[in-house]
């Protein structure tokens, strides 16, 4: 197998990917994009032989030099509110000009035949996808459901306030941790056969909020309520800044309508084990935090 290029390797998702990575691949043969190849986070990636080329998804000449050589191409995407297009776009047409045989991207994963629309997300992903599937490359599109290690962010320290505060809503979400959606991406890494395929990456069961506080309850011993809010009162709540609004009540309205609660297998098929669940993921957490 010849040379695996990782994007975005300093972030929480990539460096997870990168160590996996050199457990099952030589390292001489594993290269990174970053924008500071300096980085204490990629540096003793580096000592072990990782060649780190600096780049940029807006700088198209940085992606042809880092991208020569190159036969399999790890496309995380870029963050929310940026111009997720024209990066994502940038980066399959500098792979398909530089050689390289098969980009694997990192999607959202929503529900077949969807309407569900994520401000800054969703329309972004659809781009990226279909320009994936029109560029004649091998592609392998891993849809990822929202990261466990990120719920909190819907809403807030419940264990510090004493609750789950949120709008209405019964629905789940089937939420998985970064280190079994690291694995899933090693394994199509590594692995022939996923030329071409699309994976949804949920986890292995859902949970709604009013779930969460119960299990926050059960593990912590505090009594963690769960109680609703207007959607004005939550974001007022939350205190995040205004232009943000859109984007946490789409996620938290997804969450509410049940567009992440359906279980594929399909994370648990590449990784060979059980995903973490959100239970053992709460009890891990406050663990470590007592």
Same mark, same amino acid.
């Given at each position: 197998?010849?040379?695996?290029?990782?994007?975005?390797a300093?972030?929480?998702?990539?460096?997870?990917?990168?160590d996996?990575?050199?457990?099952?691949?030589?390292?001489?043969?594993?290269?990174?994009l970053?924008?500071d190849p300096?980085?204490?986070?990629?540096?003793?990636?580096?000592k072990?032989g990782?060649?780190?080329h600096?780049?940029?998804?807006?700088?198209y000449?940085?992606?042809?030099?880092?991208?020569?050589?190159?036969e399999?191409?790890?496309?995380?995407s870029?963050?929310?509110?940026?111009?997720?297009?024209?990066?994502?776009?940038?980066?399959?047409?500098a792979?398909?000009?530089?050689?390289v045989?098969?980009?694997?991207?990192?999607?959202?994963?929503?529900?077949?035949?969807?309407?569900?629309?994520?401000?800054?997300?969703?329309?972004?992903?659809l781009?990226?996808?279909?320009a994936l599937?029109?560029?004649?490359?091998d592609?392998?599109?891993?849809?990822?459901?929202?990261?466990?290690? &990120?719920?909190?962010?819907?809403? *807030?320290?419940?264990?510090? =306030?004493?609750?789950?505060?949120?709008? /209405?809503? +019964? %629905?789940?979400?089937?939420a998985?941790?970064?280190?079994?959606l690291?694995?899933?991406?090693?394994a199509?890494?590594t692995?022939?056969?996923?030329?071409?395929?699309?994976?949804?990456?949920?986890?292995?069961?859902?949970s709604?909020?009013?779930?969460?506080?119960?299990a926050?309850?059960?593990?912590s011993?505090?009594?963690?309520?769960?109680e609703?809010?207007?959607?004005?009162?939550?974001l007022?709540?939350?205190?995040?800044?205004?232009? &943000?609004?859109?984007?946490?009540l *789409?996620?938290?309205?997804? =969450?509410n309508?049940?567009?992440?609660? /359906?279980? +594929? %297998?399909?994370?648990?098929?590449l990784?060979?084990?059980?995903?973490?669940?959100?239970?053992?993921?709460?009890?891990?957490?406050?663990?470590i935090?007592?």
């Amino acid at each position: 197998m010849g040379k695996i290029l990782i994007t975005g390797a300093t972030g929480n998702l990539g460096i997870r990917t990168l160590d996996l990575l050199l457990q099952k691949f030589p390292s001489n043969q594993v290269a990174v994009l970053v924008r500071d190849p300096e980085s204490e986070k990629i540096e003793r990636f580096i000592k072990e032989g990782v060649e780190a080329h600096q780049g940029d998804y807006f700088d198209y000449n940085s992606l042809l030099r880092a991208f020569n050589g190159v036969e399999k191409l790890m496309l995380i995407s870029a963050v929310a509110f940026t111009d997720r297009n024209t990066q994502h776009f940038n980066v399959i047409a500098a792979a398909k000009q530089a050689g390289v045989k098969q980009v694997i991207y990192t999607s959202i994963i929503r529900k077949e035949n969807s309407n569900l629309i994520l401000p800054e997300v969703t329309m972004s992903d659809l781009f990226a996808e279909q320009a994936l599937r029109a560029s004649g490359l091998d592609y392998t599109i891993l849809r990822n459901p929202p990261y466990l290690e &990120t719920l909190h962010s819907f809403y *807030g320290d419940a264990l510090k =306030v004493g609750g789950v505060r949120v709008p /209405e809503g +019964s %629905g789940k979400v089937a939420a998985a941790s970064l280190d079994d959606l690291a694995a899933a991406n090693v394994a199509v890494l590594t692995q022939s056969g996923h030329e071409n395929h699309t994976y949804n990456l949920s986890g292995s069961e859902g949970s709604s909020f009013a779930d969460i506080a119960e299990a926050l309850s059960e593990i912590s011993e505090k009594n963690i309520a769960y109680e609703t809010l207007s959607e004005n009162d939550y974001l007022e709540a939350m205190g995040m800044p205004a232009f &943000t609004n859109d984007f946490l009540l *789409g996620w938290v309205r997804a =969450v509410n309508t049940g567009e992440f609660s /359906e279980t +594929s %297998g399909d994370l648990e098929r590449l990784i060979g084990r059980k995903p973490m669940t959100y239970k053992e993921f709460f009890k891990k957490q406050i663990a470590i935090s007592t």
